[in-house]
């Protein structure tokens, strides 16, 4: 399955009951959770510069509530900034960015409603801003020199530009059978080419920000990562194993082919603090401003703090696979075709159910802030 992600990585558009903007209540969380974090960093880059034009870009954007949320937490942030410090409010222009595929148009019919809404409740006090969409992976460059001020992106970072090369041996047999992600039985060549492939994307994703961003400009970067020293034994690998085991099973049952299940890797990575961190110094583009972990329940809809209850185990199942369901639903499509997807997410609920009733599983979410180096 060697291809680029942004050829077969839409999140599924729309408004409907599988869709992102339907199924994206993780991130939307996530993002209530940074704020302080970016409202630091934006603070203190509007400090630094007073600029009269701003220019904010959220990567990864997608599509749903959320893209807007965190243009409202920027516009809320400067707002009050402008109003403390009795300055000019600043130009705002926001840029959208996400893969070719996405629902941009789902983005921009509800833009108007948005902006209707924000004038109702700021009023004057709403600061002047623009909005437009920017398709195309943020593995490379998409704007000129020195023209961005802030750089923002939720639950995207742990996005590969490709699967890993190498998941197979001399002779074309693939070394991850019967897994779809790095698990306890994965050949070290597996691990390692994950390893590798993050290391260049984070790589080039900083190289790229740092040629973008003006001096004195910032980013905060949250996605999914781990505690755990191997990925084997990151969180993303109970979720992503029991996933496999749902397809495994499909072809015990002779419903899909072995080799289809062996030839499926997921472009995706669990990165740990250390590796994020390796990275960053390394290239020695950008100081770290903030760099924090916080947990988040698989089951998005799950706003308890208890580690050890799960009061419908059922109930979780099910939303935890709705959630992944919207995420990989393009790949597994693309791969397996679509005639096997309801079967296979109701066994997949049915597998994280039996799962949470043994351990209430959480996600561990890294935040960074970054600020560009003189």
Known sequence: MAFKVEQALPMIGGAGETSYATNSRLQEKAIYRT??????????????????????????????PNTFLVVSEVLGIVGDLRRRLEQKPPEIQFFLNDLPGNDFNNVFRSLEG????????????????????????FYGRLFPCNTVHFFHSNYSIMWLSQVPQGLESEQGVPLNKGNIYIAENSPHQVVKEYQEQHRRDFSTFLKSRYVELSIGGGMVLTFVGRKSKHPA?????????????????????????EDKVDTFNLPIYGASMQEVMAVIHDEGLFDVEQAQTFESNWDPLDDTDDDDIVFDNVLNGKNVAKGIRVVFESL???????????????????????????????????????????
Not at 37 to 48: F, S, V
Not at 119 to 132: A, F, I, N, S, T
């Open 233 to 257: 034994d990151g969180e993303l690998s109970y979720l992503y194993g029991l996933l496999a085991e749902a397809l495994n099973a499909m072809v015990s049952q002779g419903i899909i082919s």
């Open 114 to 137: 948005y902006e209707k809404k924000m004038e109702e409740e700021k009023g004057d006090l709403l600061v002047p801003h623009y909005v437009v969409g920017v398709p195309g992976s």
């Open 35 to 64: 704020k302080p974090i970016l409202g630091t960093a934006i603070a203190a880059m509007y400090r630094t510069l007073f600029p009269e034009r701003m220019v904010v870009v959220d990567l990864g954007c997608s599509s749903g």
């Open 332 to 374: 597994i499509t693309r791969h397996f075709g679509d005639a096997i997807l309801d079967e296979l997410f109701a066994r997949y609920a049915e597998k994280v159910a039996r799962h949470l009733l043994k351990e209430k599983t959480k996600y561990t979410v890294l935040v960074i802030a970054l600020k560009k180096k003189a």
